[in-house]
């Protein structure tokens, strides 16, 4: 018998010996992701902070003469790039049906911590740069960047990375601040209209870059002292005059961010980008990163035509704060003022709404959601829906007492979903010492994984293998995410995903709160004929329809309904 993509997610869910046995078999199973059709629209995407998720390297946990004075969860703790390779390899991401993981910034972050009102920070999250151009020696090399960005894509997986034009790190004593001509130190935001939300500083002692300049600036003093000590000054300042000849670009600030970023694309491949503060950035600017970043996109599928995924074209999701999906296309910045970012670059926002949304029942959720995306003002474009983030302090199950439910309203939602790390083990969001958003940001719960540790009613390793189900299932069927959603009947909750474009047709069955004493024959109304085949992919199980129904024998309250 073989070992299915859902046997190797318990095994890995338990780790240990189950998770050593089924290690060969991984491989079949990646071979199969690779080989499944994939949809942005139905993207299952791991976002992580790389300092925070698997530490392979205690050699490069404190770089550049960092030191562990930080304030609770506020400074290094370990993780780096080879971690998160390692576990790609190990198919940790595939045995949860992830088709697309997403890293915070990787670049090289401010040096010393700096005092937020919480204690001392420091950059381990990768919004506070020093030089965009560079990997921080915390995390690795350019090389373990590689290594990532290749193992994913040999399994299927597209690799999102995190980029930032709106600021630079805080100014330090061992970070100097840049030139005016590149950055504002103020007015703080006040957030009352565009003017208020983008000309200004986010916070104090954060730098904005001036993205609205066309008026040609030099490098940064403090850059080019960098490079010359690193002995790679005249390469960086003949790439740059190359992009700038090539492109006719001014040499203004957001420019050379726009080169900078692509570079990333360019050199590794990565096959999209999750962009940071957009709000607090002038919209026709992300439009012109989006330019830049396909033509490197493409320049890399040229060079690399048997590493490349497909021909899809360069990806680019947005984080503009509170925006949700009811917005549509618009989002309000204040004062009557609105920008339309789905016109600027982007193919799909995070949807901050979901949050409050999976507060209600499951249909009025599911429903209202399917209405925006098929038919309504998104049609053609997508949301990335969560309900746990790094930096948002209201995540949908902060205390962690509706695991279960919470991967049911997220990875059954119509839309992206965005997978917070650990949300699939229960990972603490409430870390009593931490302030603020802090208390989000605690170290991957491997320990509880591999203990299977027992919290409020129910077991962590239990958890996963939820989540990795529904996952998988989201995986095998692009209807799940990118489907039309309807009803077929209100107790039990039952409801259909149909999704058809040129030749790609699916549609699937999923049956919620089920009665766990007995096993329920599920109604499908005419979804499948009599006489199909069909399975179960929570349970594994495989039955025939038969009298517009089908019943599995099994007792479990979720049943996910779809063809082989």
């Known amino acids: 018998m073989k070992l299915t993509t859902l046997a190797i997610s318990l095994a890995l869910a338990l780790g240990g010996n189950a998770a050593a046995t089924a290690a060969p078999k991984a491989a079949q199973a990646q071979a199969v992701q690779a080989a499944r059709p994939f949809s942005w629209e139905n993207a299952t995407v791991y976002f992580l902070l790389t300092d925070r998720f698997n530490n392979a390297s205690k050699a490069n946990d404190l770089a550049y003469g960092r030191s562990a004075d930080a304030g609770p969860l506020r400074g290094f703790m370990g993780g780096d790039l080879a971690g998160i390779t390692a576990k790609i390899r190990e198919g940790y991401f595939t045995s949860l049906g992830v088709n697309a993981i997403w890293l915070t910034p990787p670049v090289e972050q401010i040096h010393a911590g700096t005092d937020e009102g919480t204690g001392k920070s420091y950059g381990f999250h990768g919004y506070w740069a020093a030089d965009f151009t560079a990997i921080d020696a915390n995390l690795g090399t350019e090389q373990d960047f590689r290594e990532l960005v290749e193992a994913a894509h040999q399994r299927g997986i597209r690799v999102l990375l995190d980029v930032v034009m709106n600021h630079t790190g805080p100014v330090t004593e061992l970070d100097p601040v840049w030139p005016d001509e590149w950055v504002r130190t103020g007015p703080g935001c006040t957030y009352k209209d565009a003017a208020s939300t983008i000309s200004c500083t986010l916070v104090k002692n954060l730098p904005d870059v001036r993205t609205d300049s066309d008026t040609p600036v030099a490098l940064p003093p403090a850059l080019v002292a960098k490079w010359q000590r690193e002995g790679r000054l005249e390469r960086e300042q003949r790439e740059l005059d190359e992009f700038f000849a090539r492109t006719g670009y001014p040499r203004a600030p957001r420019y050379y961010l726009m080169k900078w970023h692509s570079d990333w694309v360019r050199k590794y491949g990565v096959d999209g980008f999750r962009a940071d503060t957009v709000k607090h950035v002038e919209a026709p600017v992300w439009k012109e990163l989006r330019k830049v970043a396909d033509a490197a996109f493409e320049q890399w599928k040229r060079a690399n035509p048997a590493k490349k995924l497909s021909d899809d074209h360069f990806y680019?999701?947005?984080?503009?704060?509170?925006?949700?999906?009811?917005?549509?296309?618009?989002?309000?910045?204040?004062?009557?003022?609105?920008?339309?970012?789905?016109?600027?670059?982007?193919?799909?926002?995070?949807?901050?709404?979901?949050?409050?949304?999976?507060?209600?029942?499951?249909?009025?959720?599911?429903?209202?959601?399917?209405?925006?995306?098929?038919?309504?003002?998104?049609?053609?474009?997508?949301?990335?829906?969560?309900?746990?983030?790094?930096?948002?302090?209201?995540?949908?199950?902060?205390?962690?007492?509706?695991?279960?439910?919470?991967?049911?309203?997220?990875?059954?939602?119509?839309?992206?979903?965005?997978?917070?790390?650990?949300?699939?083990?229960?990972?603490?969001?409430?870390?009593?010492?931490?302030?603020?958003?802090?208390?989000?940001?605690?170290?991957m719960n491997w320990d509880e994984l591999k203990q299977n540790a027992r919290r409020d009613g129910y077991r962590v390793a239990d958890v996963r293998a939820h989540w990795a189900k529904l996952g998988l299932f989201r995986q095998a069927h692009i209807a799940v995410g990118a489907g039309v959603h309807q009803q077929l009947q209100a107790q039990p909750y039952v409801f259909k995903r149909t999704y058809s474009k040129g030749a790609l047709q699916d549609k699937v069955v999923v049956a919620l709160d089920l009665p766990t004493d007995r096993s329920t024959s599920i109604a499908l109304h005419g979804v499948f004929a009599d006489g199909v085949k069909v399975r179960d992919y929570y349970s594994g199980k495989s039955a025939v329809v038969r009298h517009g129904a089908v019943n599995f024998g099994t007792r479990n309250a979720v049943v996910l309904i779809g063809q082989d």
């Open 316 to 443: 680019m999701t947005a984080e503009v704060y509170n925006y949700k999906l009811a917005d549509g296309q618009l989002h309000d910045l204040g004062g009557g003022q609105m920008a339309n970012y789905y016109q600027n670059g982007f193919d799909s926002l995070i949807n901050f709404g979901t949050v409050f949304d999976a507060e209600h029942d499951y249909e009025t959720m599911f429903s209202s959601y399917s209405a925006m995306l098929h038919g309504g003002a998104l049609e053609g474009y997508s949301v990335l829906n969560y309900l746990a983030s790094h930096d948002f302090d209201r995540p949908f199950d902060a205390a962690r007492k509706r695991p279960f439910v919470t991967a049911n309203k997220l990875l059954l939602a119509p839309g992206a979903a965005q997978i917070y790390y650990g949300d699939e083990t229960a990972r603490k969001l409430d870390v009593a010492e931490a302030v603020g958003d802090a208390k989000l940001r605690s170290f």
